[in-house]
């Protein structure tokens, strides 16, 4: 920024919307929520050990909209707490959360991302785009209401994911998979004991996703499956799509070849095409559902 008898009128104008896009926080019809959710918050301010939630972070992930859900969450009990953040993404922050029920996992998908934020400044002020801003966010609600009802369709065939326990917005709240110490960790984290066994589990979890929940989860690896108790938990299923998917053959594959290839690194050569075969046609065993409210 020059020096203020430097500024032009754009220097003015961007100082004037900067300050603008804070204006809300004082406005007395968001003081009340504030003070109820303050506290609640704690561990996402940046003032306890976490010190990576910094104002940056805070605001590209609670905007106004997503503060309103929150607090709303909060009224309705379903979140005590938000404790410390689990795990960062392009698309969505992980916090750990605490109910009177117990631990949560709170993903909270960001209403804007980098490529959209680039594009603002060409967009802001331009009445034709007026809407795109609030059509990006019924985008992510969507998504988050598309992944929870595919948590509770792979819970009713018996799949270990977590339990979805409510959603707004771009908030999904569901099962914390971990111990009181921390989140379970993904297998790509872990040196497993037995991998083949486990990636026979995966191929098994794949074929009970495609055959029996007409699904298929579109981002299977070991990115995405969590190691708690000595069993697979999968997750991240808000890109799961139906088997009538016009690409769900091809995101078939792709999942079978990333864990062909997990396995591969653990030193097992596995063939991709019996993999896939074995997916589509091997029988499956019918599991027990396990519970799934919201
Ligand atoms: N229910 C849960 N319990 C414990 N930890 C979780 C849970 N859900 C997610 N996590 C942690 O948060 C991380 C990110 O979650 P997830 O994979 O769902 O989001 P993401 O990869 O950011 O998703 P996307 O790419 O769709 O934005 C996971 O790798 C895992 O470490
Ligand atoms: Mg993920």
Redesign the pocket.
Known sequence: MPREEDWDEDDIDSLLRAEKKHEWISDPRFKRMFTDIEDALQGVMGKGKYEWVDRRVFDQVFDRSTLLALHKLMEQGNIETIDYP?????????F?ATSKQGPL?V?I?HTTNAVFKGLAKYIDGDPRFSGLSRRHRELVNIWVRKESRNLKRMRKHGLRV?EPKSSLKNILV?????TEEA????LKDIKLEDPMGVFEDLLEIAAIIWQTCDLVHA?FSE??V?WHDGQPWV??V??SVTTRHPSAKEFLVRDVTRLTEWIGRQGHEISVAESLVRVLDDPVTKLDPLPSGD
Not at 86 to 94: D, L, M, N, S
């Open positions: 689990i795990a960062r993404g392009k698309e969505a922050h992980v750990r996992a993903k998908f977590p569901m099962e914390f998979i971990g989140a379970s960790p993904r981002d990115y995405n969590l997750i991240d808000g890109q």
